[in-house]
């Protein structure tokens, strides 16, 4: 993926790859950081664009884990080998919402904002995502 707002990463082993479109400048984006036992555990803050576009590339024999905790209707994406956190997705009406750690990216973003999903409705949570999420994510194997 290229273009003027293209980013790309990798996890630790290099087994999962991802690439980001975004509709502005790197700069104006502020990373959620979750306050959810899981994100704080894993010091992850999320990025998503819903002009946007994200891919994850698995390697040949690579496995990209998936972790849901509690009642979350949102799988957390591992790598399945250094298991570090790529981003999480929602799959809804054959439809693939995303988001990605921005561990795994370069730092060229604003500083993070603290967001606390946890205290939303699950209807609110699925709600939200779909509105701020990357539509259409690829997982390209
Ligand atoms: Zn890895």
Redesign the pocket.
């Known amino acids: 993926m290229a273009g003027p707002h293209a980013l790309s990463g990798r ?6 790859a991802v690439s980001v479109q975004l509709s502005g400048a790197a700069e104006r984006y502020s990373p959620r950081a979750c306050d959810c036992d899981f994100c704080r555990l894993h010091g992850a803050s999320y990025l998503s664009d819903p002009k946007g576009q994200l891919r994850f590339t698995v390697q040949p024999g690579a496995a990209l884990n998936r972790y849901r905790q509690g009642a979350e209707e949102a799988d957390m994406l591992l ?1 399945g ?2 298991g ?1 956190l790529m981003g999480a997705c929602y799959e809804r009406d054959d439809k693939c919402y995303g988001v990605v750690n921005t561990a795994i990216l370069p730092p060229v973003f604003a500083a993070p904002q603290p967001v606390s999903p946890k205290r939303l409705s699950a209807d609110e949570k699925t709600r939200r995502w779909m509105l701020l999420w990357f539509p259409d994510v690829v997982i390209e194997r």
């Open positions: 996890c630790h082993c290099g087994d999962i790598c080998r250094c570090v």
